[in-house]
């Protein structure tokens, strides 16, 4: 059995660490029981979107899936789109006052204590209900008190980390007495899954061993290569020859979008076919449209606030270039959506970025707050469509390698393995053993064609 290709009829594990040569099955008597906490649509972010994507794949597996999710108080009394779509699976919301999209800062104890109490009431309230085999743990500022609950009703805890470790231990986090409490109750945990295999190396240098790396996916089925949408770009009030540059995020300060903004002056200048497309919205947007007004570059831009998820591909397929100049990602989904859809990612230079790219292969890097590199890259891929079309050939053919069917399936293999294991905490050589078995081939691919002590960034471009 493949360990990418898991049947849904047949619950046999893969012990970790056995090679090829030496497999052993274990039986599960029953399917997988699992309760997930944590965010999901309409929750604007990725790390909803990721797990709306996950829970579906374990349900169409035939695992009892529940979850325990936020939902914002202007929208408590709607009908609930992601719970209407997916009977399967049993969803139970709690009232917040907002979505948080941005859980790096410990400013708000308020929010943070309410929604604390309300998730522990929630899990005590359905582990009674009914049993879980584990407790999946949607992000890391979810992970206030569940463990004590889950063991107390004889449920392992797993917990998703999706970014705000590397923000504790990079000293960024706005409370470092609050984060080192985090990392304490993170550590606790019967295994820690991190979606990026530098934060899962992080993770572990700060004393986080029980932690395995499984690198975000997509559906390259759903982000494909497509003809630009002509109605969109109606609606846009775009030309159908014109160079389109888009940015997606949440437009928070970590984004950096007001690089953008800066880099796009310059463009225009030399290229005034270019034109900007902000998709998303959060706390920066009002600042770059400003920004964009006093440079005189407002009617090159089109901000159209946040869009549905089953909308993206659309707008992928009208960009020729997605630029994410970003401080720090764990691992944005916008990354592997611009490559399967065949478009070129122009992204800092971040671990999370150097995961995704190979420099002038499957995308373009450039340093952390350089816009005048920024800038030249952009105007590079502007004036060359083979460059454009080679690059985005090459990173739809790289995004396969992180098809979201096999990432689904290697989360089952994980948990399936904890819950055999559970007599018996998982130690930090298991967790290494299923670190390695949970790569893709694509990071081997990658580490194979770069240089020894050479960075990804450094490499020269490959001209078609």
Not at 91 to 114: G, I
Request: aromatic share 4%; glycine share 6%; hydrophobic share 45%.
């Amino acid at each position: 059995m493949s360990l990418l290709t898991l049947c849904p009829r047949d619950f046999a594990v893969l012990m970790p660490g056995v090679s090829d040569t030496g497999r052993r099955s274990v039986a599960v008597a029953q399917p997988p029981r699992v309760l997930y906490v944590g965010t999901l649509p309409p929750h604007q972010g990725g790390s909803s979107i990721q797990a709306a994507r996950l829970l579906r794949g374990l349900s169409r597996m035939r695992w009892s899936v529940r979850a325990i999710a936020p939902i914002a108080a202007q929208r408590a009394a709607e009908d609930d789109p992601f719970a209407i779509a997916n009977p399967e699976i049993a969803v139970t919301r709690f009232s917040v006052p907002h979505d948080d999209t941005n859980p790096y800062d410990a400013s708000d104890s308020s929010y943070r204590e309410l929604q604390t109490a309300s998730i522990r009431r929630e899990v005590t309230a359905a582990l009674a209900r009914a049993p879980a085999d584990i407790v999946l743990i949607g992000r890391e500022s979810f992970a206030w008190g569940i463990r004590p609950i889950a063991r107390a009703h004889g449920a392992l805890t797993a917990q998703l980390l999706q970014g705000l470790i590397l923000a504790i231990a990079q000293g960024s986090y706005r409370s470092p007495e609050l984060g080192a409490r985090l990392v304490a109750e993170i550590r606790g945990s019967d295994l820690v899954i991190a979606v990026a295999d530098h934060a899962a190396a992080t993770a572990r240098a700060i004393g986080i061993d029980r932690c395995i790396s499984i690198p975000n996916a997509v559906d390259t089925t759903e982000f494909r290569p497509r003809a630009r949408n002509t109605s969109l770009l109606q609606r846009l009030g775009l030309d159908h020859d014109c160079l389109v540059v888009m940015h997606a995020s949440n437009l928070k300060a970590v984004k950096r979008p007001l690089d953008i903004v800066e880099s796009a002056q310059r463009g225009l200048s030399e290229l005034p076919a270019l034109r900007y497309l902000i998709v998303g919205d959060g706390p920066e947007r009002q600042a770059m449209e400003e920004a964009c007004r006093s440079r005189g570059i407002a009617d090159r831009f089109r901000f159209v606030g946040w869009v549905e998820h089953s909308a993206m591909p659309a707008y992928y397929g009208i960009a020729d270039v997605v630029v994410m100049p970003s401080t720090t990602e764990c691992f944005a989904l916008a990354y592997l959506e611009t490559q399967a859809s065949g478009r070129v990612l122009l992204a800092s230079d971040v671990p999370a970025a150097r995961e995704a790219v190979e420099n002038g292969h499957t995308g373009l890097l450039f340093p952390v707050g350089d816009v005048a590199d920024l800038s030249a890259k952009t105007l590079l891929l502007a004036r060359d469509a083979q460059l454009r079309a080679r690059i985005g050939r090459n990173a739809r053919t790289a995004s396969q390698a992180r098809e979201l069917s096999q990432s689904v399936g290697i989360y089952a293999r994980a948990l399936q393995d904890l819950i055999i294991e559970r007599r018996r905490p998982v130690t930090l050589s298991a967790a290494r053993a299923l670190r390695m078995s949970a790569k893709f081939t694509a990071s081997g691919a990658r580490a194979a064609r770069t240089p020894p002590g050479a960075s990804p960034a450094a490499r020269p471009l490959k001209r078609p």
